[in-house]
């Protein structure tokens, strides 16, 4: 019976999650990263060899990297962006020859993932991560203060964000600013509001079809050593969806995706499937995504958000909200039933149940460094993701 294989994130011996946690989940592997190295720099064999004994150890694979970030250089292409990628050429290859034959990346201009509520209450008691785009909205106009954004919001949105940010008391308004600036997994940047508009000035005159050819240049130079190093590159699609700060994204759509894959045509240039990611995008079709462009998958996210009329979003249960859960996982096992037709050696694709809502004993809990990675949630929607892809491949005898 085909079965994804089932893991967890976890984001290093200081996560409060821990290996034996993960294990007991019911996890046959973990997707980690090795956090402490600064975005940019070399991973040594030996630090990799270390942290690949420690997940063995505990009955479990490290089944991809999540993430060898790509650094604001190489987005850019600029400052020190040719020694990170040859770095990066460098940290493939000695994944590779570790064995782990993985890598998750983004390429997201300056923000990583963007949510402006952790702690959204549910009708159940239980919490999760919200997107308002009223509330970047005042981010944006009150804190940020970037020139130009009110025009890419509408009037009654502008109104809104005023009197929002004035409902804010300083304490709300520091931490409702840090939730926005320094969510980068697993790593406390110390980003500042002026760093963000720093960063923010590099990427003056880099449009789409710019940051799509700094892009190209990047697969360009790191798809070939992949290939020599039996690695696989999957790219995490933007979160939300859309452009923000006036900066272009350029990993949301299906268009995006068909970009992508023909800038390389090699399976080491591949997906990294989120859909919760996809998903507050209306017009993103998720199981026809899988069904066209699921030979170039290379792992799955697999969580669930509820789409709101207003823009606005949040995290529903992996199993409800926008997401149709099930069409989703019977077009990945159709995906994989397709593979090991065709012989591919890499039939069988990895999920992990992206995020979970904070609830039971996690309430508890101080918040925790890293927004949605509890693990009574998480192991929620592990759990119903088994159940759902068991029943599924039981039935249509996949
Ligand atoms: C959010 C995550 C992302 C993802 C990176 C991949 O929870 O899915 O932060 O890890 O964007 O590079």
Known sequence: MLQMKETFRWFGPNDSVTLADIRQCGCAGVITSLHQIPY???????????????????????????????????????????????????????????GVEIIIYNFMPVLDWVRTNFAYKLEDGSECLRFDPVHF???????????????????AQLKAAESYFQSLNANQVKAFERNI?????????????????????????IDRAQLKENYKHFLEAV??????????????????PYSILGLPRIVSTEEDIRDIVEMYDSPANGLCFCTGSLSPRAENDLPGMIERWGHRINVMHLRSTQRNADGSFYEARHL?????????????????????ASGRKDW???????????????????????????????????????????????????
């Open 320 to 340: 409800e909200g926008s997401v149709d859960m099930y069409a989703v996982v019977k077009a990945v096992l159709e995906e994989m039933k397709r593979r090991k």
């Open 40 to 98: 940019g720099e070399l991973w040594s064999r030996e630090a990799i060899a270390e942290r690949k004994a420690m997940i063995e150890a505990h009955g479990m694979e490290w089944t991809a990297v999540e993430s060898v970030p790509v650094s604001e250089d190489i987005r850019t292409r600029s400052g020190d962006f040719e020694r990170h990628i040859e770095n990066y050429k460098e940290t493939i290859r000695n994944l590779g020859a570790e």
């Open 137 to 155: 909205a005042a981010f944006e106009l009150y804190i940020l203060k970037r020139a130009g954004a009110e025009a890419d919001y509408t009037e």
């Open 223 to 240: 798809i070939p050593v992949c290939e020599a190093s039996g690695v696989r590159m999957a790219v995490h699609p933007d979160d939300p």
């Open 348 to 398: 069988q694709l990895a999920f992990r149940p992206d995020h979970g809502h904070t609830m039971l004993d996690d309430l508890q809990k101080p918040m925790p460094p890293n927004p949605g990675y509890t693990c009574i949630g998480r192991m929620r929607g592990l759990s119903e993701i088994r159940g759902l892809q068991l029943g599924i491949a039981r039935a249509l005898n996949l």
């Open 181 to 205: 600036i320094d969510v980068f997994p697993g790593v406390d940047m110390g980003f500042t509001v002026d760093d963000i508009r720093r960063m923010l000035n590099r990427y003056d005159g």
